[in-house]
């Protein structure tokens, strides 16, 4: 299959042109070198912005609802048919957990599904302003948009920015992260599959350095930019945008806390704030990062964490019965394992993250941390630290747990355990965060939106609103002759 090559797709034809050489692709479970795939360029990236607006231009995909559906129709059904061997591919490519990859196919057909249906209630709406005065407003696609794809959910994350893109009539361009062009390009082979889809409508180019994102955010044939990634990649996304005042929308950073009071179903409390703070290894913007605990019940969910972390099945993301692979790469397992031995001097270490011993020792792993912590201004505290590790801090009553929750300048999700459903109603309205959970963790649903405050990004994702930053309103005025 040639997305097994990691090529770039244009104008519905794979492109193995690597103007900038071959990009050697890893597993980060044991460090090998498994597949190359060909880096992307400008000259590249112009050529599928260019195919994108011809395909807007010249097909009837922005005018025909009913074969946008059918085609993301199609197109969830074909990567449901290869969602086995896609998740296989993503564990190698990227050190994700193969449950949690499994469960990333699901979420990526599912939500084509729901775009789907979305495609065709595309409403307006008239008004008439005095007898015969009548305006209509109507929705009609953006053009082309650009969908920038980070490594850690490579599926799910380009089809929640694709989906309602397609649904709205864009065309797209998508750039996967370096290291995850395999799991892209079969991704871009399941749209090839799709017989209804136009050349052209969807199409990806590899990166290389900055090259293609730079002209993914700034080429004048772009109207709306997608992207998910770090603060720092967005702040720059931004201000390439600015000069063409491109339509951005934003999911960037987060540093989720999880609130626990006293009273709370803490087996339950303690099972969900491992999960949420270990899944996709950590790597998640919506992981739980911080733990803040009520102090009458402090020690004993401390005691329960450590248990619970020091007990974690670490492994090779293809095994059965692993609850944590690796991360990404060998500078991020350097990285967090800097961080490990920083928090030792400058907080207080309960459990202490490792690099991966014996049979892992050629992989990319580190065991997970937790830190005690008192100082909400730390940069341990306030930064994004993107790995299996979470501070212990502690609050008396509802307002200190409010105020230091809310006391870093990222707001994308959090989570509450309590059984008292007064105190669970009033967290969730003071907590500045785009979706706060209570007693539960990372439940994200199609339907249901989600985005950020603050320094966590701009727009939603998901639901009807996802959709809204792929259209524009315009207003057609008549009057009616007597």
Not at 108 to 137: C, D, H, W
Request: aromatic letters at 6%.
């Amino acid at each position: 299959m040639p997305s097994k090559d990691g090529h770039h797709f244009i104008g519905g034809a794979w492109v193995s042109d690597a103007p900038n050489g071959m990009n050697p692709v890893q597993n980060p479970s044991d460090g090998s070198v498994f597949a190359e795939a060909p880096y992307g360029s400008a000259e590249l990236a112009g050529q599928a912005v260019m195919a994108a607006r011809d395909a807007f231009e010249t097909t009837d995909w922005a005018s025909s609802p009913r074969l946008r559906a059918a085609a993301l129709l199609e197109f969830a059904e074909v990567l449901e048919s290869r969602a086995d061997e896609i998740a296989d591919l993503m564990a190698k490519e990227n050190g994700k957990v193969r449950g949690q990859a499994r469960h990333e196919l699901a979420a990526g057909y599912g939500e084509a599904r729901y775009y789907a249906g979305v495609a065709r209630n595309v409403f307006g709406r008239t008004f008439e302003s005095a007898p015969g005065k009548m305006s209509l407003m109507t929705r009609e696609a953006s053009g082309v948009a650009s969908v920038i794809v980070p490594w850690n959910a490579p599926v799910t994350l380009l089809v929640r920015s694709a989906a309602p893109a397609l649904a709205a009539g864009c065309t797209v361009v998508t750039k996967p992260a370096s290291q995850t062009p395999l799991t892209n390009a079969a991704v871009m082979a399941c749209f090839e599959s799709v017989e209804s889809l136009p050349k052209g409508v969807v199409n990806s180019v590899n990166e290389y350095g900055t090259e293609v994102g730079t002209v993914l955010s700034t080429h004048p044939e772009i109207d709306v930019i997608s992207f998910t990634g770090s603060s720092r990649t967005g702040r720059i996304i931004m201000a390439n945008a600015a000069d063409t005042i491109k339509h951005v929308s934003l999911e960037l950073g987060g540093k989720a806390p999880a609130l626990v009071f006293d009273g709370a179903d803490l087996d339950g409390a303690v099972t969900e704030i491992k999960r949420g703070s270990l899944a996709l290894n950590g790597q998640m913007c919506t992981c739980i990062s911080r733990v803040l605990v009520q102090d009458t019940i402090y020690d004993e969910v401390k005691a329960r964490l450590r248990v619970a972390y020091e007990t974690t099945r670490t492994g090779d993301a293809r095994a059965e019965g692993v609850e944590l692979g690796p991360v990404i790469d060998k500078p991020s397992q350097q990285r967090l394992l800097g961080i490990v031995d920083r928090a030792g001097v400058e907080a207080s270490l309960v459990v202490r993250g490792k690099a991966g011993g014996d049979e892992l020792s050629d992989g990319f792993f580190i065991t997970p941390s937790m830190f005690e912590i008192d100082d909400v201004s730390h940069d341990l505290v306030q930064d994004e630290l993107f790995g299996p590790i979470v501070s212990l801090e502690r609050f008396s009553d509802e307002s200190e747990a409010v105020s230091k929750a809310n006391a870093t300048r990222f707001g994308l999700a959090a989570s509450v355990y309590t059984n008292d459903l007064n105190v669970s109603m009033r967290m969730a309205r003071k907590l500045r965060f785009g979706t706060v959970w209570l007693n539960s963790h990372n439940r994200l649903f199609a339907e249901v939106e989600t985005g950020g405050y603050r320094e966590s990004g701009i727009g939603r994702l998901h639901g009807i609103e996802a959709m809204n930053d792929f259209l524009e309103t315009k207003h057609i005025y008549y009057e009616v002759e007597d």
